[in-house]
């Protein structure tokens, strides 16, 4: 279980951080749920300054799940509970 957990939080934290990077070519960052086929998403040319903080956002995020994943497949981090 500790192998599928570690793999499961880098595969999250390492999509995380690519979403992040590949939304400063296309100039739009998505988020929260799609509902009826339309994305949720920030124009980076409308509200910059939120465009940012969800850039800083999901970078923060997803490299914490990247280095907590491999301290967990490392052994030095024990992993969540599952009960």
């Not at 992040?20 to 988020?31: D, E, F, I, K, M």
């Not at 998403?41 to 409308?46: F, N, S, Y």
């Not at 490392?74 to 009960?83: E, S, Y």
Request: no cysteine.
């Amino acid at each position: 279980m500790v192998l599928f957990q570690g793999l499961f939080f880098l595969v999250l934290g390492v999509g995380l951080v690519l979403i992040a990077w590949n939304s400063r070519r296309t100039g739009w960052l998505p988020y929260g749920p799609r509902r009826f086929g339309r994305d949720i998403a920030v124009w980076r040319h409308e509200r910059p300054v939120f465009y940012w903080m969800l850039f800083f956002g999901y970078n923060l995020a997803g490299l914490w799940m990247a280095v907590f994943a491999l301290r967990v497949l490392v052994g030095t981090a024990d992993p969540l509970p599952l009960q």
